[in-house]
């Protein structure tokens, strides 16, 4: 194994500087609390976001940084006060780990808006004056109202990417009502989080079409995702055939792109939804207008969507399609991610990796 810098109790990979490379580190987080739960993580699923901050694109990560997200693994304490928790459930933690509480935002369990900033699961400015650091680790020591409950049976690795590329399509999705049977949706790129808007547009008996620019990923989305259809995006023809067919557009393309020829594809009345972070929108007016259509933007979702989201996942059998890897390949993970050639989620395997 690398060296390993840095002392403490908890076991780590993390970046030291912008070239994002990933190497052991040991640090100590805090004694568990009255409302704490301690989590001994299994896995962890690899999001663009840590890709972001590794390599501090948004210029303002505190290295060294230790990312991840998308965190599951099995209760070995719990502070106090804490009720919903015991000594081996199984357990998540999301994108966010503390927020005011207070605001009208938290008081509706919306903790992702909250109104002084939710703080981030890594990287975050916690409230004892510390910075967040995430799920590449060993354990983690998260407030109980910020950690989620695994359904009994559900698979560990699989519940990973649940906690961010599923509960930020699931949250505008079910916002925009989408889940009535035999209406029809459009999933704009097919990635970590378009592949799990196709698996919950399928759960929730609608009619789903995947756009795409890339005709390779035509055999998967309609055998393994089970989508109705395909369209590549570039395909005039194509696209004019679906004009005014869709109810529901779900936009998980960062790429830049066109807004205008997805537009004219929604019936009237219909909503896109924007989930991923192109450098601009821009749309003629007449494409909102003349079909009283509408765009929407949405992040991630609070903690009761979060809790219900796994709940369905687990009655419904929604299961994200992963890549399981140890976490000394994470620097080979993270340049694959950048390149899309990933299926659909790298799940680090915490548990039998990281020594």
């Known amino acids: 194994m690398d060296t390993e810098i840095g002392s403490g109790d908890c076991l780590a990979w993390a970046a030291r500087d912008a070239s994002g490379i990933l190497s052991p580190y040991r640090f100590n987080r805090r004694v568990v609390r009255s409302n704490d739960v301690r989590i001994e993580i299994t896995h962890c699923g690899v999001c663009y976001a840590d890709v972001h901050m590794t390599r501090n694109l948004h210029g303002d990560t505190k290295y060294p940084l230790v ?9 070995t304490e719990v502070g106090s006060n804490v009720k919903g928790f015991k000594v081996g459930d199984h357990a998540g933690v999301g994108t966010y780990v503390n927020s005011c509480g207070e605001c009208e935002y938290c008081n509706d369990f919306l903790e992702v808006h909250c109104s002084k900033g939710s703080i981030f699961t890594f990287n975050g400015l916690d409230s004892d004056g510390t910075i967040t650091k995430g799920g590449y680790s060993s354990y983690i020591i998260v ?71 890339s005709k390779s990923k035509k055999e998967e989305a309609l055998k393994l995702l089970g989508a109705d259809k395909f369209v590549i995006s570039s395909d005039q023809q ?39 972070f192109p450098s601009e929108v821009r ?42 890897i140890n976490i000394q390949y994470i620097n080979e993970a993270i340049e694959r991610l950048i390149n899309r050639d990933v299926k659909y989620r790298f799940v680090i395997d915490i548990k039998n990796s990281l020594k």
Request: net charge positive; proline share 6%.
């Open 67 to 75: 990312p991840g997200h998308e965190i599951v693994g099995v209760v």
């Open 143 to 213: 407030k109980e109202r910020y950690c989620y409950m695994i359904p009994d049976g559900y698979p560990l690795a699989m519940a990973a990417p649940l906690l961010c590329a599923g509960i930020t399509v699931y949250t505008p999705m079910m916002r925009h009502k989408m889940n009535q049977p035999g209406k029809s949706l459009g999933v704009i790129g097919l990635g970590g989080l378009g592949h799990m808007a196709v698996k919950f547009g399928k759960a929730f008996g609608l009619k789903v079409t995947v756009f795409s620019t």
């Open 283 to 324: 749309l003629n007016p007449g494409s909102l207008n003349l079909g009283s259509r509408s765009i929407s933007g949405s992040l991630t979702g609070g903690t009761k969507e979060t809790q219900r989201m796994l709940e369905f996942c687990a009655a419904n059998k929604v299961y994200p399609e992963i890549e399981l």
């Open 238 to 276: 194509q696209m004019e055939s679906m004009t005014k067919s869709l109810d529901f557009i779900v936009d998980t393309a960062s790429g830049d792109h066109p807004f205008d020829p997805y537009m004219s594809l929604l019936k009237i009345g219909g909503v896109l939804v924007l989930v991923g």
